[in-house]
């Protein structure tokens, strides 16, 4: 499962994230880590990008970098 | 004089404080080698505030986190002004935990205490301080109170700079996330609250999948008529009305007595030149009012966000969208909001790009041909020059994508800050530091090469003569050649386009001294249809006038101005003889 297959609204946790080692840097430096709750809170008209919430705050990110970072249920592991 | 470095996350009101404390004490530069704006200022002339990039990390390569690392680094501050979003402490103390690595006394400024307030978020700051080891200093939206305090402590020069038994050494994020919120378990107290922020409310409109884009295309339309039909433009040709009816008789009448080459130069090399750059300021600075209302006001990353998937495409993100059709009214101020881009690579790409949007220079160029040779389809004609423009982008964009902008691909990721209403005086502060810009490194270059066109067209080897026989028709006549596969080989043309390059509109006015006369008519009877369409689209494409090429090596150096200038200049020569031949052979 990765944060593109939340529903809008939806709330899940990082479970690990992937890809583009800047963008993984970047993201984990923003709080994006395991166990950190994250929110699918809209996507663009035409359905990329998406915005996920993180810590309170919203971000805005590519559907192809969302596929990377995979999520869970509950956040123990 | 002691120095400190302001350094936070982007969106946490950073360029607010700096104004706040320096007030007009301020000086506006360039980072060395990079295009990440570099601002110092002075508080009471006694201490200086080195403003550094907005960043979130110190450690994810992007140029704007080297400029500040490298800073730290030499030693060049003393101390470290850390402003953070009380509202959002955990990632903003992210950045802080980092910076202790440096051991740089730090002073903690908890900015918009208000809206954490409003959250429902108590914090405990004294002990917050004890477990960071800095001094904190709470500030709210009213400000006075806090900067009253940051100030005294700041030039009292005694604050916390003892280190904790706390370790600032962490293996990794999660480390460090871990300690943030151990520390914040201790120091906050926050009453949860599941209410819908305001934030919230307007982004389920703007961001609404039917209302987004015609809301985005309502509000670009208001910018342009604020700045093309209700405030800039008026203002504009107010300026060259003052200009033209009152500084130039008022010249004419001083200078009755000098010798004529003295007051041609005084009025037609340097008011004539100077100040056909100087009446388009107006139109800058309201274009950047309203460019800084939707950036103070959050909503540009709304719009980066809804224009990423097509930008895509040409290789640059959402957000590069907006010079984009900036450069529809002007190419200086568009190339110059390419800024606000994240990556290098985009900011150029996007200047590169920029001037290939039909600015409102080229217009009146546009609408006299078309009037002439194409009577009653002057809008589309028009239309499709615009086009043209717009499609050549696109292609260009991914063909640079693939070839010379092929590496150095940025990571996409935008934070959609929480809504605010702009402040007045960050507005003006934004607007006019864009505009002094303009006026100082635009004007010194626009000034000699006025005289240096003055002097071609007003002189020969033999002494003053008019224009048909000076420098400039030699110069005209040698270039002519170039153009005859084009259709348009005349020395008249070749000047018209030379002195173009001060400002496009300025090849009608050539045309008009050179040709003499009724000029459509005389147009009539130097061009086909098709030459004239093919005119046009060297118009639209060739060279962009000196204040783009100005703006250009200002922003990103001698080497980026260069290849623009020779990479439109082929790019107009091979579509003009496309356009030309195809129209020859289609409709002849």
New interface residues.
Partial sequence: MSICDLELGEKAYIHSIAG?E??M???????C??G?EVCLK?S???G??L?IN?????????KK?AKNISIKDTQEE | MKTAALIGNPNVGKTSLFNYLTGSNQYVGNWAGVTVEKKEGFLDNKLKIVDLPGI??M???SNEEMVAKKFLIDKEADFIINIVDA??L??NL?LTTQLKEYNIPIILVLNMIDVSESKGIEINYSLLSENLGVSVVPISASKIKGIEDLKKLLLGGIFLSAPTDNDFHFQ???EA?DFISSVLLKCINKKHSDKKTSTEII?RIV?N??L??PLFFLILFLIFKFTFSWVGQPLAGFLSYVIDDGLIPVLNNLLSNSSPWFSSLIINGIVGGVGSVIVFLPVILSLFLGISFLEDSGYM?RA???M??AM?KMGLS?KAFIPLIVGFGCSVPAIMSARTLESEKDRKLTALLVPLMSCNARLPVYALFAAAFFPGNETTVVFSLYLLGILLAFTLGILFKSTIFKKD????????PEYKAPEFKNLLAHTWDKGKGFLKKAGTLIFSISVAIWFLSSFNFSGMTDINHSILASIGNFISPIFIPLGFSSWQNSVSLLTGLMAKEVILGSMGVIYGGNLRVSLLSNFTQISAYSFLVFVLLYTPCVSVIATMKKEFGNKMAIFSVFYQLSLAWIVSFIVYRLGILLFK
């Fill in positions: 583009n800047k963008l840097k970047r993201l984990m430096a923003l709080g880590i395991e950190t809209n663009a008209p035409f990329d990008p915005v993180l810590r309170g705050c919203d971000f805005c990110i590519r970098d | 979130y990390a450690d994810t390569f509202s959002n955990e990632r992210y990794n994020e999660k996330y982004d961001l999948k039917i987004a884009y990353a980066a966000f809804i990423d998937k895509r959402g691909e940025e990571p996409f990721i935008i934070e959609l």
